[in-house]
């Protein structure tokens, strides 16, 4: 369908030959939003003590790093002791100088692993968790074949989140108007990703079987969070509790000690908040202060 006999919304709007950067597009992120990369500012990052320094928010995609990282402190791996320090995106700390070097996408998380010779920075939280699994030798299987289905579905979460945040949870939750052919598209699309989860779990404890892996790590924050009606303020409407076999493994995951840590690690919502972190101390005291709140 041409431009000329489709119909627009708002009505009579015809897409200009060439985009122009003139108007805000509205909505909840559009003052951060811009057509162009690079840094706004000049911004020297902190560094800590500890061997991994990382720049992030306690978003779904920042949970993940803030989990593995727990995860592997408390298999006894001494060495992943972290400094967290606070990216607030929606005051354009990820357009810091500073931050761009590291991920030059400004996109949080972003890692500096300090324990080598030179540092190795990482951005794109898939890619943080295969380096922490790698460098550790956990939540990543060596054989061919499983470790092939844990990268499958690692890599299934990297690619699939995009529809579920900037698709559904945008298009639902966020912008501006309510444009029923973008819900309903977006909609459609994570509830076959809610099945392509629930079909694969129907017969699994975890996502690859019966180990935990950094593909549950990698999951959990954005589909268990969704299917918990954590998400958008959308359970009714996408129907999250007949996902029973999601909600299942959410409720599992969610049990796991290092994984109520890491949560609330560069969180600065929400009962439990940690907006940095340099010491596990101070998460402790940050879930003891919860729980004195909750009696
Ligand atoms: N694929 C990236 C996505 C990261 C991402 O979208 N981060 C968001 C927060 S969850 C962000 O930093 N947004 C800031 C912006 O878009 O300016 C990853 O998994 O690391």
Redesign the pocket.
């Known amino acids: 369908m041409s431009d000329e006999t489709r119909p627009g919304l708002p009505e009579g709007y015809v897409p200009e030959k060439v985009w122009k950067w003139n108007k805000e597009t509205g909505g909840r992120?559009a003052k951060?939003?811009r057509p162009i990369a690079g840094p706004t500012h000049e911004k020297v990052l902190p560094i800590g003590k500890h061997p991994f320094q990382l720049y992030s928010?306690g978003?779904?995609?920042?949970v993940?790093v803030t989990v593995m990282l727990e995860e592997l402190l408390a298999l006894g791996h001494k060495d992943a002791e972290y400094d967290a320090w606070l990216?607030n995106?929606t005051e354009?700390d990820?357009?810091g100088s500073g931050f761009v070097d590291i991920n030059p996408?400004?996109?949080?998380?972003a890692l500096i692993d300090c324990s080598g010779e030179e540092p190795i920075r990482i951005?794109?939280?898939?890619?943080?968790l295969v380096h922490l699994a790698e460098k550790f030798g956990e939540f990543l299987p060596t054989e061919p074949a499983p470790r092939a289905q844990c990268l499958s579905w690692t890599f299934w979460q990297?690619a699939s989140?995009?529809y579920l945040?900037?698709g559904f949870g945008h298009f639902y939750a966020y912008a501006p108007v309510a444009i029923e052919y973008a819900i309903d598209r977006y909609t459609m699309e994570v509830k076959r990703q809610l099945d392509v989860l629930d079909r694969n779990l129907a017969d699994k404890k975890f996502m690859c079987g019966d180990t935990y892996t950094i593909a549950d790590v990698a999951i959990w924050p954005w589909y268990g969070a969704l299917a918990k009606g954590q998400l958008y303020s959308s359970a009714e409407y996408i129907e999250c509790h007949t996902y029973k076999n999601v909600n299942r493994w959410a409720d599992e995951i969610a049990e796991r000690e290092p994984v109520q840590r890491g949560r609330i690690v560069n969180r600065t919502w929400g009962e439990k908040n940690l907006a940095e972190r340099h010491d596990a101390g101070e998460i402790d005291a940050a879930l003891a202060a919860e729980l004195k709140v909750a009696e």
């Open positions: 992120f951060i939003n928010l978003t779904p995609n920042g993940k990216i995106i354009g990820q357009f996408n400004s996109k949080i998380p951005f794109e939280s898939g890619a943080i990297m989140a995009a945040g900037g």
